[in-house]
């Protein structure tokens, strides 16, 4: 494979909402490249990125497909990030090693909310980017609003590079703004025939050209001067201003085109080679020593130590694990050792790869500011770091999205039971936000995700990769059970069979804590009313009442034991019969005690546009919600509410219906509250049926 100068390397992010054409765009670029001899479809055997089983059945992408290729002599490795919110993972991966971002915005659809959130993403990076408008044959496209709409919603200005042209019969090219030019194509050629502007477009295009040339003019104060006196700016002179305004952030590039009909997708490849920053154009990377206090950098330089970020993690039953990274200083060689100083371990290297989608191609070494894959590595996962032993550094943890959606598995066979740790084990590696648990108070293994698609697609993957099959059903809710007043009451246990028997005698006092201290046992008993060796067995016994719960069957919190008397037998007294006389008195006791039951609150914020704040504060309210305050975000405003996580286990389908997908939430556990006495009886009616068909 031919070596690349630094210089020659581009590293570049597809992003944007779903079905703005990001898969399809990357499919036209590669063809255009000569990697692939057709035009992959999305949802296609075809596909060079969306290769996967459930992709190709599913129709959009749920992983990142890197693919390199080169054009005009540079080499371009490309990363196609999904653009649903179920797959959320990859897509802050990617953006986290590359240099720069093109934004795929559908002219059908506008700037749509994800499309936000990578922009946000993209400007914590402090990464510059290009937008290119796809689906510009469609007739929805109003192109000077959505110019506003861009400066407005990302904060920067567009300088509109090609303009798409249309007669009364639909597009017929794309118009090159500053040459003056106008590109018609082929079906599906993906190269442009050059002619001279239409003249009954002639006054609007020219109006587009004084905006561009007005805004390169602005990132320097000494073009700025020359166009104010001369009206106009050489070529070399809009060339390097243009690039130092996408380099600092103040201008976005913006090209139009079609990437199902392979229209204008050649200029978006030419100018990302000629205006996107090289590995060498970027700050050096920052990391921290072992001990996480000293700050170290890195230059993109291959004689530097050795410094990579793993991005991505694909778990294959067959070839195993392929894992992808990028090395941002010195380099990583086959069949060499290499050290994780994440995990704190050294790694064997074998057959080095670069990817192009579905397919590898095997090198001898990836080089800083390069992107590429290895295989079979034991420990390494997504996020850690690679270093030289010698001089090692540890790069910031990538930060996933918390899951937002939760499914308890069940197992349908005795077969699929033992194999479901290890097939969920390796699709965690793979997948960051799937996050696999066993409940310590309902004892079910839950599995939580992006989304209801999210988690269907994951057991989609277990079942053909793993063969391991599997129901799902709604979490189980992990109430407490607490008290709110005071009794003393004897526990005494006697049973007599003709030999031995056994007797235990307690008195105990029970009486509530304060909220989160647990359980507290106190020993007062003085004159040995009850001998020493007892005292344990009387406290196990009330633990275990505890956990079994006396009110619903659910853990008992917040609870203190006072033993203060009792009585034994020279004979027939024992640790179990003290154990089970405990336990007796505690659960006749607590139905004293005005016991009540504890359910989980969430902390939510939830991100909805304006013109839906309404809706979503309604069915809050609905469901018990405590609304803590309500904050603007641009065009959107951010809710800030506790609720009951019995009312929001299908949050994310209920937000989606009333907001059309617009509208994005986080939850988290927060605290315990009392259920209210109106809900408590079903609650506990049901809870006691489904104890008797579990336990008969």
Known sequence: MKTYRLQDIRNVALIGHGASGKTSLAEAILFNAGVSDRLGKVGDASSVMDYNPDEIKHGHS?????????????????????????????TPAC???VDSAVIVISADDGIQYFTEKTWEWVVDRKIPGMIFINKIDHERLDLPSLLQNIKMKFGVSPALLFAPVFSKDGLVGIADIMGRKLYTYKTGSGKGSVEDWPGEMKDELETYRAELIESVAETDDDLLENYFETGELEETEFVKGLANGIKSGSLIPVICGS??????????MTAMGDYLPSPLEVPPAIGKDLKGSAEV???????????????????????????????????????????????????RVGQLYAMQGKKQVAVSEISAGDLGAVAK????????????????????AIKFPPPIYSRAVIPKTRADEEKIS???????????????????????LLISGMGQVHLEVLLEKMNQRFGVDVDVQSPKIPYQETIRGTTKVQGKYKKQTGGRGQFGDTWIEISPLPKGKGFEFENNIVGGAIPKQYIPAVEKGIQEA?????LAHYTMVDV???????????????????KIAGSLGFKKGVMECHPILLEPIMMMEIIVPVDHVGDVMGDLNSKRGKILGIEAKGENQTIKVHVPMAEVQNYAADLRSMTSGRGVFTVEFDYYDDVPEHLMQKIVDEARARYEKEHG
């Open 422 to 444: 290890s097939a969920l084990k390796r699709l965690s590696e793979e997948d960051p936000t799937l996050r696999v648990e066993r409940n310590a108070q309902t004892h079910e």
């Open 546 to 550: 505890m956990a079994e719960g006396v």
């Open 95 to 97: 953006i986290r090693v």
């Open 560 to 578: 203190k034991i006072s033993l203060y008397d009792g009585s034994f037998h020279n004979v027939d007294s024992s640790e179990m019969a003290f």
């Open 297 to 347: 950098t890195r230059a993109s330089d291959p004689s530097e130590p050795l410094s990579a970020l793993v991005f991505k993690t694909v778990a294959d039953p067959y070839a195993g694990k392929l894992t992808l990274f990028r090395v941002f200083s010195g380099s990583i060689k086959a069949d060499s050792a290499i050290f994780n100083a994440t995990q704190d371990s050294s790694e």
């Open 377 to 396: 590595l034991k420990v390494t996962t997504t996020g850690d770091t690679l270093s030289d032993a010698n001089e090692p550094i540890i790069f910031d």
């Open 259 to 268: 990437a199902t009909l392979n229209i204008g997708v050649d200029h978006l």
């Open 62 to 90: 749920s992983n990142a497909s890197l693919a390199f290729y080169e054009w005009d002599s540079k080499k371009i490795n490309l990363l196609d990030s999904p653009g649903n919110d179920n797959f959320i993972a990859d």
